[in-house]
């Protein structure tokens, strides 16, 4: 999407009265288009998503961040409001949000894995009664919207971009297969039972931002009611992590061991729910033809594969 920035800003200034001077591009989150906007009031975070799919995830998701900050949590991100109190807009066909700006880096090591841990437990602890968000229902529908996508892609005229993607799904053909079949499986042992459900972010790991010794959960894009496994699998095959894991939740009072089946569905549920995206993204423009073939090859060796092989012998 490419979008006129002095538009952009007039847009911005008439909607939130920021009178916003200048916008930087900044990359933080894989969807959308993101800048930091300098005005009078300080830094804000701009971003812009365009995804006709994505667009749903990301407009639910602000009542839920404005919530958590009503309860207190400060370590999540901070929706600003419109000059006629909206939570987010529609700017060329795209949804617009407005935040505080947060200093730091975007960090991962074993010490900002306890401190996710420990803020997403502080999430959980918070009641969602009355709250509008989705809720987890342990399908294997992330399949099936893949399938209808290699579908679409067939059904497309046959460029280059097009006929790689193909091989490509076809080469791994029976790896694909073999995770549909493990995620039906464990859907299956997952769906009689729907307790221990809490507010989730479903990203956490690669989104947070240390600034200075404070610690800042971000890109709440998708939350769902779910349990702590759709935050946890990311570092199912560590030990230290899972022991980190159960004492941040302990620390807030939540006494609940997480589950193996329950990892597992994540697990399988991820890896199809990621190539879903990837082809999203193509479709919708947001990622060039000759980017995409390159991503989705790199992403069947990256780092999702050492949690998988820990969830295959489960």
Not at 29 to 35: S, V
Not at 159 to 185: G, P
Not at 275 to 297: P, R
Request: charged residues 25%; proline residues 2%.
């Amino acid at each position: 999407m490419t979008v006129n920035l002095i538009e952009l800003i007039e847009f911005i200034n008439r909607e939130y009265g920021l009178a916003v001077m200048q916008l930087t591009e900044t990359k933080r989150g894989y969807y959308g288009e993101t800048w930091c906007a300098e005005s009078p009031f300080g830094k804000k975070f701009i971003k812009l998503v365009k995804s006709a799919e994505h667009r749903k995830r990301y407009e639910q998701s602000f009542s839920i961040m404005e919530y958590l900050n009503a309860q207190g949590i400060d370590a999540v991100s901070k929706p600003l409001k419109t000059v006629d109190s909206k939570l987010f807009v529609e700017f060329n066909n795209a949804t617009l949000g407005v935040f505080e700006w947060i200093n730091g880096d975007n960090i991962q090591n074993e010490q900002t894995k306890i401190a996710e841990y420990n803020i997403l437990a502080e999430v959980y602890a918070v009641s969602a009664s009355g709250l509008d968000i989705p809720i987890e229902n342990f399908t294997t529908d992330v399949v099936d919207i893949f399938r209808r996508q290699c579908d679409k892609l067939h059904e497309q005229s046959q460029s280059e971009t097009v006929a790689s993607l193909l091989r490509l799904f076809d080469s791994k053909q029976t790896i694909i297969e073999h995770r549909a079949e493990r995620l039906a499986h464990f859907s299956e042992l997952c769906q009689s039972d729907r307790t221990h459900f809490y507010i989730t972010h479903g990203d956490a790991g690669g989104n947070i931002i240390i600034d200075g010794g404070k610690y800042h959960l971000v890109d709440w894009d998708s939350p769902m009611y779910a349990p702590p496994e759709r935050d946890a699998w990311f570092c199912l095959h560590w030990e230290w992590a899972t022991k980190a894991f159960h004492d941040a939740l302990n620390h807030r009072g939540i006494y609940y061991t997480l589950r193996t089946e329950r990892l597992a569905y994540y697990c399988y549920k991820f890896f199809f729910l990621y190539l879903t995206f990837y082809l999203e993204s193509y479709f919708d423009g947001s990622i060039d033809g000759d980017k995409i073939v390159g991503e989705v090859m790199e992403y069947f060796s990256c780092w999702i594969e050492d949690n998988i092989r820990f969830a295959d012998v489960l």
